[in-house]
């Protein structure tokens, strides 16, 4: 069974945006906020951290996309030559 290239699209897409928002929390300029507040979830990251995660996933996104098209990351180290 095959998955079909729309959905691995999509969810490149996906991905993609999400990386990019976290590059965008790493480039926003900081809101003054009271001390005493707690940072919870996304917020509690440095913005190196959000940088580097972001572009993670924009490398994750493109490697599905590369994928989709034909790419095989693991060249014919796998499985015979009939597929």
Known sequence: ?????????????????????????????VVDKPEDAPRRGFYSMSKRAHLFVGVIYLALGAGLIATSFGWNPFGSSGGSADQ
């Open 1 to 29: 069974m095959r998955i079909p290239v729309w959905l691995t699209l999509g969810i490149a897409a996906l991905v993609i945006i999400f990386g990019s928002y976290r590059i965008y929390l790493a480039t926003r300029p």
